[in-house]
């Protein structure tokens, strides 16, 4: 093994204590989301250029590279926030050029962001509720009276907020505004929000960026939980790669917009192209 290859070799080794994940049936499943052939151009710059992979139905699927690789802009075009100058999202085999953020919210995408975009004067509570917007059947007049239907459906609501509130272990700051926790429990509260729109498919963009040991193993752990619990399929960019390796069933590479790896942890952790990406040619 040369020099480079070994040092991957160990820095691409689980080194978080994250929780290990394994979901085989999600291997074998049929792919809930499929990018095809997508490309993103910003002017005369090449941001992806004819990226395709797939998401399956159950499992964690990671999107990794070095920075300016395109990773968010990727995930910006799976949810609409970007529209990819050629190529397709398929969702559920539905092929889109298009996925506008409404309609793939409606479709069961939820979203975290690599900086946290909560409302920061409202408390943790307000801003888990929030993501019960879509679930709401009520008209704007019967939510102000609350009676009948629209208090029951609140009292629903509330409920599932409260159980994403003891899932995530925040219920001692559940009354707190938001701008006054510290910053690993705002990521925590945001990815409470993202799970109150009970998504199929969670987009986790760098979820850990900014925390120390103890907050990640935390984070890794409601990942995991979030994914074997409640089903939900999740796509996350983190740069920690001992948790990408300890969290992933499936990794996608990046590198200057290009797809250069695909495959388990195992298999991407020895490819050369990551290597080099990574660590750079020793020669």
């Given at each position: ?12 080794a ?6 290990a ?14 990018v095809e ?12 250029s ?21 990773k ?6 799976i ?6 100058s ?7 085999g ?15 995408i ?9 409302f ?6 307000d ?7 879509l ?12 009676h ?23 219920q001692a ?13 705002q ?20 979820p ?32 920690d ?11 996608v ?16 952790r ?11 040619s020793g020669?």
């Amino acid at each position: 093994m040369t020099g480079n290859a070994a040092s991957l070799a160990m820095s691409l080794a689980p080194m978080a204590p994250a929780m290990a994940h394994v979901a085989p049936a999600a291997l074998a499943s049929k792919p809930l989301l499929a990018v095809e052939n997508v490309s993103l151009r910003f002017g005369g710059v090449k941001a992806l250029s004819d990226v395709s992979f797939d998401i399956r139905a159950g499992e964690i699927r990671a999107i990794i590279g070095p920075n300016g690789a395109g990773k968010t802009s990727m995930l910006n075009c799976i949810n609409g926030f970007y529209r990819p100058s050629s190529g397709h999202v398929a969702l559920d085999g539905v092929r889109h050029r298009h996925l506008r953020p409404s309609l793939a919210a409606r479709n069961g995408i939820a979203r975290t962001f690599q900086n946290v975009a909560l409302f920061k004067g409202m408390t943790t509570l307000d801003n888990i509720m929030t993501g019960r917007a879509l679930k709401i059947r009520s008209s704007f007049l019967r939510q102000l009276v609350r009676h009948g239907a629209a208090l029951r459906e609140e009292i629903e609501h509330r409920r599932k907020v409260e159980e994403i509130i003891d899932f995530l272990e925040i219920q001692a700051i559940r009354k707190t505004p938001v701008g006054k926790l510290p910053y690993g429990l705002q990521k925590r509260v945001e990815l409470g929000r993202a799970l109150a729109m009970e998504p199929r498919l969670l987009l986790l963009d760098e979820p850990m960026a900014g925390m120390n040991l103890e907050e990640k193993e935390d984070m890794s752990r409601f990942i995991v939980e979030a994914n074997q619990a409640f089903g939900t399929t999740i796509t996350l960019i983190e740069h920690d790669i001992g948790v990408v390796m300890n969290l992933s069933d499936r990794i996608v590479v990046l590198n200057h917009g290009c797809k250069i790896a695909d495959g388990t942890p195992e298999e991407v952790r020895c490819n050369p192209q990551v290597i080099d990406a990574y660590l750079g040619s020793g020669e």
